[in-house]
């Protein structure tokens, strides 16, 4: 059960947008539709902004968006607003029952 | 509204063991996935154990896989998790939460933090 691999850091402009990505071994995501994606400000609860690669959480706004190719996942934060800035963690099942997170990227708003 | 509060954490000597709890309130306990998940001061999160409502399909992560147990009682709304053989290496915020959505943990409790420590 490796750790999916995001970039550290990310960072875009006030109203930019900013796009994460996830990539996994060959039998993490490959054959999975499972992908999530959470949010987390220091100090907080994970919340959770994306499911199912694309579909978002009742609440969460539409500048919210992902995608998934191959065995690499995508979060798009669109129109970056300044209550963005924050840590991001994909996850996605993973075979014998498991589930697997990324290892974060911190996003930070200029 | 849906409530997750962990409690049980605390600090504990390597080679020691603790159980956590996890009251559920707000929503039908018996219809969920739920699942563990830890973060160390710092870093980022890991997936520990996940467990069916029927209380027999589990996993765990190799890390803590033979050292850490979940259970469930479903008729006290109450998510267990007993942890054994503890290292500086589980030293963490434990939180639980609930696959509400396929593959989607939608409510997250507040954690409980656990130290491993002499």
């Known amino acids: 059960q490796s750790a999916l691999t995001q970039p550290p850091s990310a960072s875009g402009s006030l109203g930019q947008s900013v796009t994460i990505s996830c990539t996994a071994t060959?039998?993490?995501?490959?054959?999975?539709?499972?992908v999530s994606w959470y949010q987390q400000h220091p100090g907080k609860a994970p919340k959770l902004m994306i499911y199912e690669v694309t579909k978002r959480p009742s609440g969460v706004p539409d500048r919210f968006s992902g995608s998934k190719s191959g065995n690499t996942a995508s979060l798009t934060v669109s129109g970056l607003q300044a209550e963005d800035e924050a840590d991001y963690y994909c996850s996605s099942n993973a075979d014998s029952n498991t589930f697997v997170f990324g290892t974060g990227t911190k996003v930070t708003v200029l | 509204e849906v409530q997750l509060v962990e409690s049980g954490g605390g600090l504990i000597q390597p080679g020691g063991s603790l159980r956590l709890s996890c009251a559920a309130s707000?929503?039908?306990?018996?219809?969920?996935?739920m699942h563990w998940v830890r973060q160390a001061p710092g870093k980022g999160l890991v997936w520990v154990s996940r467990l069916h409502p029927d209380g027999m399909n589990i996993g765990y992560a190799d890390s803590v896989k033979g050292r850490f147990t979940i259970s469930r009682d479903n008729a006290k709304n109450t998510l267990f998790l007993q942890m054994n053989s503890l290292t500086a290496e589980d030293t963490a915020v434990y939180y639980c939460?609930?696959?509400?959505?396929?593959?989607?943990?939608?409510?997250w409790g507040q954690g409980a933090l656990v130290t491993v420590s002499s």
């Open positions: 939460a609930r696959e509400d959505l396929p593959g989607g943990l939608s409510n």
């Open positions: 707000g929503f039908t306990f018996n219809n969920y996935w």
């Open positions: 060959s039998s993490d995501l490959g054959g999975y539709n499972y």
